[in-house]
């Protein structure tokens, strides 16, 4: 469906290229829902910006291709890929509150996409968007069709925003943060009724978020990235519950649970590096505590381990390295 | 609705009021228009003849009220210099000076917000930094040097228009003469307009450029990209919408500096409009045409702004809303 191979964005600044993806491959199956988790400015939402092509200057993909339906979209011209927008790949943003037009109504919104991706009369258009409208859950369509982004709450104007993304019936989704600025008790009705929308149309989706609880729920498979990278790949109970990447270990380990109390959360020492400094080798290896030589040297690819993907050194098939027995250890009390 | 109307429509009242008051004041300030009026050989009793027959005899709250009840009926009295009804010498000009005020303003909105489009979409092309640089000439430059610059290349050196005057001019209807009907009215009108419109041009062009850009960067841009809409929509109506909110208000603001900075430019260009008029009035110190003019500055300048609020609500469903939501 997508695929992603060898991805790199560059940002050139005065002081360098800034390296914010780097050698990014994933593929994405009809129907399916991947997760991508990781902290702030590990490259989740330049992934997805990346794919749909709507970097911000003087971000640019510099390597690495983009194929959807086995069909590559990096190279098109711009002029052929505004079509491919909407049509075939969709995007929901973080913040539903600043995503729709403030001085056009929904009904407006809803029939000039329609009708950007689909030979329809004016009519035919507002027919459309009425029924999209239900299909997302909003209340009475008939008369919001007129209504105004001001006059719909936070969770109402999200369901307009999903509405809007799947209204060409695209075949892949990207949700950016889809949950994150809306009230608690609201995020779970919107991936709710974004998962069923996509499960009933068939359509793919790339999940972005921080929150592992959102993922838990909704995805399939899960990515995990770090500085720019893609550290572990695989399926979300594999993930879940037996991480192979110490990072995704440690990551897993800082959830709160609210079933098992531990006195205190368990934290990875140290921050990410910033882009414009990332070490060596595997970029995790400073706060790693089974980094060796080999660490700071090479850097890995994904590969096999456990049940996923994961890059790390300790997974190597001809060579694994050894796990420091004086932290294996502690390291599995953290561990469920 | 209505309640905002009658709001700014009492707040408009206010603010005439209080430039009555200022207009007003200029009788009891700038000396006495008897003296002036009659000369040396006049005797007592012709003075206070003339007094009376003015007004001036009695109390000054009743003067103010004189005053207040004429100029709300366009009643100004007599000009001190030219012993002619005030109004009838301003109605005179005015067509003058509107036409001129007038097409300025269509010159500078017209260009400003399309130059301010190109170069916020175009803003790393040269052509864009080259319109960028020389908008600062016009920021900067003041109107009767650009006047006198143009009246040098165009008139005396090219001699392709004319450097002065309004050229011929048709009448329509009981008073108002055009010169928009006519070849050599059409081409004295173009340096003075473009003279006057200028600086609001380029006034309006940054203005533009900046809330273009502001408005670029939004979610709600990204997101209409995301939906797949072609650039020009995106650009041109779901860009340019937000950005003319912001611009509705300066461009009214800048309506009436057209018509208040139109004096300098009708100086320069001999221009036969109310600026003019004015500058003859002041130099004869002809108060009640002084207050006149006044007075009609500060009516086209609240009129505008009330235009201008309707217009916000026209633009903005927010505001129309009433009681939902933010």
Known sequence: MLSVRHLRVEFPTRHGTLVALDDVSFDIAPGEVLGVVGESGAGKSMTGNAVIRLLEPPGHIAAGEVLLSGKRIDDLPEEHFVPLRGRHIGMIFQDPLTSLNPLFSVGDQLVETIRAHLPMSEKQAREEALRLLREVGIPAPETRLDSYPHQFSGGMRQRVVIALALAARPEFIIADEPTTALDVSVQAQILALLKRLCADHGTAVMLVTHDMGVIAETADRVAVMYAGRLIEIGPVDEVIRNPQHPYTKGLMASIPGIAKRLERLYQIEGSMPRLAAIPEGCAFNPRCPHAQQRCRAERPDLMPAGGSQAACWLHDPVDPLPLRQDLAGEEVSHVR | ?326
């Open chain 2, 1 to 326: 609705m209505l309640a905002f109307l009658i709001q700014r429509v009492l707040q408009a009242i206010f603010v005439m009021f209080v430039v009555a008051l200022i207009s007003f004041s200029l009788f009891h300030y700038v000396g006495d228009p008897v003296l002036n009026m009659l000369g040396q050989e006049a005797t007592e009793a012709d003075r206070a003849a003339l007094r009376a027959q003015l007004g001036l005899d009695q109390p000054v709250v009743v003067q103010f009220w004189n005053f207040v009840v004429n100029a709300a009926q366009f009643e100004f009295g007599i000009s001190y210099r030219s012993a002619r009804p005030v109004t009838d010498m301003i109605l005179e000009r005015l067509p003058a000076t509107l036409e001129l005020a007038i097409i300025s303003a269509i010159f500078a909105v017209v260009m400003g917000i399309l130059l301010g489009i190109y170069t916020a979409l175009r803003r790393r092309s040269w052509l864009a930094n080259f319109i960028m640089t020389a908008s600062l000439i016009g920021v900067s430059l003041p109107t009767f040097l650009i006047g006198v610059l143009l009246i040098y290349v165009f008139a005396v050196e090219l001699g392709w228009l004319p450097a002065f005057g309004r050229g011929e001019t048709v009448r329509l209807g009981d008073w108002w003469s055009t010169g928009l009907l006519t070849a050599s009215g059409l081409r004295s009108l173009i340096l003075p307009a473009i003279t006057l419109g200028l600086f609001q041009l380029t006034l309006i062009m940054r203005l533009v450029r900046a809330e273009m850009l502001e408005v670029l960067s939004t979610d709600y841009i990204k997101f209409a990209r995301a939906r797949g809409l072609s650039k020009r929509v995106v650009h041109l109506r779901h860009a340019l919408k937000n950005t003319m909110i912001p611009v509705i208000t300066i461009i009214g603001l800048q309506l009436g500096t057209i018509i208040a900075f139109a004096i300098i430019t009708e100086t320069v260009f001999q221009w036969p409009g109310v600026g003019a008029l004015f500058i003859t009035a002041v130099r004869f110190v002809d108060v009640p045409v002084m207050a006149a003019y006044l007075m009609m500055i500060a009516l086209v300048f609240v009129v505008i702004n009330l235009v201008v609020d309707l217009l916000y609500y026209a633009v903005d469903p927010r505001l129309r809303a009433q009681g939902g939501g933010k």
